[in-house]
T-cell receptor, first 115, second 113 residues
Framework: ETGVTQSPTHLIKTRGQQVTLRCSSQSGHNTVSWYQQALGQGPQFIFQYYREEENGRGNFPPRFSGLQFPNYSSELNVNALELDDSALYLC??????????????FGPGTRLTVL | AQSVAQPEDQVNVAEGNPLTVKCTYSVSGNPYLFWYVQYPNRGLQFLLKYITGDNLVKGSYGFEAEFNKSQTSFHLKKPSALVSDSALYFCAVFSGSARQLTFGSGTQLTVLP
C-alpha cells in the first residue's frame, strides 16, 4: 500500500503566473483535501474533492481551483499568483468524504515560492 | 465559526519527564478533535482523535489526550518524553457544519537530552 505522494517537491514561480500541483491519494481512498500552510502557521483548508466533485471549500478566492480524476488523484491550480501564495501546499487523502470518523493521511507537501 | 487555540508556541521538556501540549477549541455542535505531528520537511502524521466515548484517548507512540468538555480543552500528554518526540504538534477540530478540519497554529516541542 503506497502513501500519499505529491509533485513537485519544490517550485519557484513569479507573480502573475499559474501553477499546478499534483497529488496521488493513498490506495483505496476516494477523498482528497488540500491545505495551505504558510510559514509558522497551521494548515488552512482550501477545498476537498470527493468522487470527483468539490465537496467543501475554505475561505480561498476562485483563482484556487482543483480537479479530481477517476483514479482519485487530484490537482490544485492557482492562477494569477501573488507573493502571499508562497507556502507549503499539503494534500491529504481519506475515505468517505466529509466525515470526522476517517482520519486524513497527508503527503509531504509541495513548497511553492512566488517571487 | 470553529477555532483552535494552542497558547504555547514552544514547549521545552527534559527527556524522561512528562509532557503536555495544550489545546482549546471552539465549535458549534459536537466536537471532533485531532492531534497531528509534523517533522521537518514532512507532511502531518495522525496521532489520535476524539470522536465520542472515553475522555482519555490513547494514540500512537505513547501519546494520549484528555478531552474536557467543560473547559473546551484537548491537551496532548505523554508520561515520559523522548528526544525523538521533538517536532511541531498541531491540534485540529472538525466542524460538521463547516465541513472542514481547522488547525491551530502549532506548538514546537523540544525534548532536551
Amino acid at each position: 500500500e503506497t502513501g500519499v505522494t505529491q509533485s513537485p517537491t519544490h517550485l519557484i514561480k513569479t507573480r502573475g503566473q499559474q501553477v499546478t500541483l499534483r497529488c496521488s491519494s493513498q490506495s483505496g481512498h476516494n477523498t482528497v483535501s488540500w491545505y495551505q500552510q504558510a510559514l509558522g502557521q497551521g494548515p488552512q483548508f482550501i477545498f476537498q474533492y470527493y468522487r470527483e466533485e468539490e465537496n467543501g471549500r475554505g475561505n480561498f478566492p476562485p483563482r484556487f481551483s482543483g480537479l479530481q480524476f477517476p483514479n482519485y488523484s487530484s490537482e490544485l491550480n492557482v492562477n494569477a499568483l501573488e507573493l502571499d501564495d508562497s507556502a507549503l501546499y499539503l494534500c491529504a487523502s481519506s475515505l468517505g468524504g466529509t466525515t470526522p470518523y476517517n482520519e486524513q493521511f497527508f503527503g509531504p507537501g509541495t513548497r511553492l515560492t512566488v517571487l | 465559526a470553529q477555532s483552535v487555540a494552542q497558547p504555547e508556541d514552544q514547549v521545552n521538556v527534559a527527556e524522561g519527564n512528562p509532557l503536555t501540549v495544550k489545546c482549546t477549541y471552539s465549535v458549534s455542535g459536537n466536537p471532533y478533535l485531532f492531534w497531528y505531528v509534523q517533522y521537518p520537511n514532512r507532511g502531518l502524521q495522525f496521532l489520535l482523535k476524539y470522536i465520542t466515548g472515553d475522555n482519555l484517548v490513547k494514540g500512537s507512540y505513547g501519546f494520549e489526550a484528555e478531552f474536557n468538555k467543560s473547559q473546551t480543552s484537548f491537551h496532548l500528554k505523554k508520561p515520559s518524553a523522548l528526544v525523538s518526540d521533538s517536532a511541531l504538534y498541531f491540534c485540529a477540530v472538525f466542524s460538521g457544519s463547516a465541513r472542514q478540519l481547522t488547525f491551530g497554529s502549532g506548538t514546537q516541542l523540544t525534548v532536551l537530552p
